[in-house]
């Protein structure tokens, strides 16, 4: 079986092209990661939690949940050069099904955003002509919800705007990957800098509007920190950083299948992908609550009460912000079809890349498995393929209202809850399954099994008591009254249970597994290093860390050595142990 595993690798590896350089990949990974969610979803979350506040919980959430994990895929990717299904094939035939479900939530994903990528077509086509006849200039929220989305018509009709909008934005993806990587590259130079520039143009130009400071202030300076206590707040980073960072979905895997093993600095990639997706979304906000403040000051100017105004442009949220919100300022401005042009243009920028991206996985996934292998498919055949299933799969959002509703699911269940899921499970993989032959070669199969099934029924347990407990209150009040009565205080004491309950089953099952393993011989420190250890993290650290490092003069790097783990707290080019401990 070994064999066969090796052959179908090598044969994989044979023919598989590479990014022309690492500038290429980077660009192709901040494109996946940099999309619509960095332009309208950060910024009103930000505006929503209390301004700054909200950014405590989700750079705790990108520094130990997603950089970790997209380090992860980054080093599957490289080291097994393969996509999700593949690579996590390779480590245990049972595992490829966690591959298959990324690949098919990330391809899922696409049908529905490139119909808000549609919308952006739309709208974008709209700006070309004259001022006097531009339907968003005259009325932006009538323009969206009655020709656009098409949300407020009167029957659910076909919507053929966004139709036709549908075919332009496939069409685009097929001639950003038709050749692979190769076209792939030559792309991402043009449209991941480009809205970069955009962004700077539309926030100095917005700097000059009355208002726009106190746009800023609601952005981002306004403190409030009551709403840390609020579980939305977190809920809602996790979700920002998974769908932002482009992680759980088999992208980053299947781009930097296409690197080197030899030469990639994975530590490198995962933080300038980290900081740049961060940085970008960030700086979107400025340009956007920038017009916002100016929409309020000018609401409020013309007789509005200041309320209602804050109200009125400050809620908005998702697409209203983008479609709606934002071109009513720019409605305003001298020449707003330049502006149209170029704000609309700077969001199919921004969604194309991580479209197209979403649709490679799928791509690398046919091209990987033994179909694939076996005919080897000219590239655009696949590509036209699965470009053609996306298409057709969009149109069950293109009937007004029912549509955006099917949209609102798909997007709530895949993207906030399923990514979660897939990421557990990833993790799990590595640090669980992956390399579980170094256990079981020291203290045999049978402690570690008794370990591993332990460790997670003490957790589940533990969860459970955690989570409901609060809600049997002792007069068996349920609703809201129990959720008053659990923050009031039962909900810290039901975790203390909780945790109480987890720690003591993990240690009943430590010293059980211990015991039997003992009987190895292999002493207590290797024993119980084997049992807790994570194997199959440092291995993906060991390759990861010694792919670029000059060994004849620091020598090997080797995990879990002082010397060694001290260097990498420091280095740029290694993974720290502590990003791993997710695993």
């Known amino acids: 079986m070994a064999d066969i595993e090796g052959k179908v690798q090598e044969q994989r590896e044979k023919g598989r092209k590479q990014w022309d350089s690492q500038l290429s990949f980077c660009l192709a990974a901040i494109g996946s990661a940099v999309g619509l969610g960095n332009v309208w979803r950060f910024p009103y979350l930000v505006s929503t939690y209390g301004g700054a506040p909200f950014l405590i919980p989700y750079f705790v959430i990108l520094i130990f949940v997603g950089m970790p994990i997209l380090a992860m895929e980054l080093s599957i990717g490289t080291f097994f050069q393969a996509g999700d299904a593949d690579a996590f094939g390779s480590m245990n035939p049972r595992l490829r099904g966690i591959g298959l479900a990324s690949i098919f939530a990330g391809y899922t994903i696409t049908f529905y955003y490139c119909i808000i990528l549609a919308y952006a077509v739309v709208m974008f086509g709209q700006s070309f002509q004259a001022t006097s006849s531009i339907e968003w200039v005259q009325n932006p929220e009538d323009n969206f919800n009655r020709h656009v989305s098409m949300v407020a018509a009167p029957n659910n009709d076909f919507n053929w705007r966004v139709f036709i909008g549908l075919a332009v934005v496939w069409i685009l993806i097929f001639l950003s990957i038709f050749k692979g990587v190769k076209s792939t ?61 482009g992680i759980c979905m088999g992208v980053m895997t299947a781009y930097s299948s296409h690197n080197p093993k030899k030469s990639t600095n994975v530590a490198l990639n995962e933080k300038i992908i ?100 076996r005919y080897r498919f000219k590239i655009w055949m696949i590509v036209l393929s699965s470009c053609i299933i996306g298409f057709l799969a969009g149109f069950l959002y293109l009937f007004g209202a029912s549509g955006l509703k099917y949209l609102d699911i798909v997007d709530r269940y895949i993207n906030n809850w399923g990514m979660v899921l897939i990421g557990f499970l990833e993790c799990f993989a590595i640090g669980w399954v992956y390399k579980t032959e ?81 009987g190895k011989g292999a002493g207590l420190g290797p024993s119980l290093w084997a049992l807790m ?47 791993w401990i997710l695993n």
């Open 185 to 245: 590259g030559w792309i991402v130079k043009f449209t991941v800098p480009l809205p970069l520039l955009i962004i700077v143009i539309l926030i100095i130009r917005a700097a000059f509007l009355p208002g726009a400071g106190d746009g800023l202030k609601q952005y981002l300076i306004k403190w409030n920190p009551e709403t840390l206590n609020d579980e939305g707040i977190w809920n809602d980073s996790i979700g920002q950083v998974f769908f932002s960072l």
């Open 274 to 373: 980290s900081l740049a997706d961060a940085g970008i979304a960030l700086l979107g906000g400025f340009a956007i609550y920038e017009v916002l403040g100016y929409m309020v000051y000018k609401c409020t100017d013309e007789g509005g009460i200041a309320v209602e105004c804050e109200n009125k442009y400050y809620k908005q949220k998702s697409m209203g912000l983008a479609f709606v919100a934002y071109p009513e300022g720019l409605a305003t401005l001298e020449a707003p079809q330049f502006w149209g042009i170029i704000f609309f243009g700077c969001l199919i920028m921004l969604g194309i890349d991580s479209a197209f991206s979403l649709t490679e996985c799928m791509i690398t996934f046919f091209k990987d498995c033994w179909i694939g292998l």
């Open 438 to 518: 170094e256990q079981t070669k020291v203290v045999g199969k049978i402690p570690v099994y008794i370990y591993n099934f332990g460790y997670f029924l003490s957790l589940l347990i533990g969860t459970l008591l955690a989570t409901i407990l609060p809600h049997n209150a002792k007069d068996g009040v349920t609703g809201e009254i129990a959720r008053q009565k659990a923050y009031d205080g039962e909900l810290g004491k039901s975790l203390g249970i909780g945790m109480g309950v987890f720690l003591c089953g993990w240690a009943l099952t430590i010293c059980i597994s211990l015991v039997m393993a003992l």
């Open 533 to 579: 250890g994570w194997h199959g993290a440092d291995d993906l650290r060991k390759k990861a860390n010694n792919a670029v490092r000059n060994q004849e003069k620091d020598g090997e790097w080797k995990p879990n050595t002082l010397k060694s783990e001290l260097q990498a707290l420091w280095r740029h080019d290694c993974l720290a142990i502590f990003v």
